[in-house]
């Protein structure tokens, strides 16, 4: 029955994988590509400061930068764990 | 008043010099004075992929630093008279290049040329982003393979931030894709990349599409540009790629399997 799976299989096309592993990467490679030098500092020391209070992971917390004309607008995004779940 | 054109990729191995030697060899083919330069410093290579390796006398940094003038480094090709080259140093240290330096240089190459090629290190260090800075317009290398996809987009990021045009606010360096090493039968097969998508994720228009072809690694043993095979498809795809900088549409070819008649297929058919 393995060896029937086995030859039955569908390979999945590598090409496919390359291309959504590629898509997330550079998207996420681009958010950061105009950002200001102090930003990973900023985010890295607002998490510390989160953390004080609540405990929260590194990738609770979301933080961007949107620049609309003469204006910039720094976004921060933390996902608190539920109320009564102990961490 | 040349226009400066960066060859560039940010990963190292997937055809920058070959792409920069052809590419150069095929602008010169066309009556255009073209100069190539070799900002390798310490690893020159361009020299041997042109076939020039022993005319070497003084190089890029010795002109940067005054021990020689301009006219004394730049060597003539011996196939085409108006396509010379201007090797990078081999033992010098990075630092060597200086941005005050390489100005000059181009300043002085400018008056004189139709086209400088500046052909950039790997990497995303000093003489990457000397290589790129004065540039008017770039031709980003990439081989359909997520390391090399991934750095060109890192190097899209600073050709619209870390060069002249960016930081004095002039229109931006023109951006170009050259897709190399590309093999018609595996994106058929779905185990590489084919151009949509690699088009799709870096979002630059496309300039060339070279095949992945014997004929390259035979153009580098000789030291002689691909392009001069012209019964080559890496030839003639560079050929096509000249004529699209030029600003001449010409259809894509190569990207797709090639059908054979009955007879190539039984006699092999000639070479590649």
Redesign the interface.
Known sequence: MKLLDFLKRERKKTANVAKERLQIIVAHQRSQRDQPDYMPMLERELLEVIRKYVQVDQDAINISLDREDDCSVLELNVTLPRPGEKN | MAKIIVVTSGKGGVGKTTSAAAIATGLALRGNKTVVIDFDVGLRNLDLIMGCERRVVYDLVNVIQGEANLKQALIRDKRIDNLHILPASQTRDKDALTQEGVEKILIALREDFDYVICDSPAGIERGAQLAMYFADEAVVVTNP??SS??DS??II?LL??KTRRAEIGESPVVEHLLITRYHPAR?TG?????LT?IQE??SIPLIGLIPESDAVLRASNQGVPVTHDQKSDAGQAYVDCVSRLLGEEVPLRFHEIEKRSLLARMFGGGRK
Do not use: K, P, T
């Open positions: 393979e997520v996809v991934r987009d890192r990021g619209s931030s994106v779905g185990d590489m990349l084919n998508d994720i870096l």
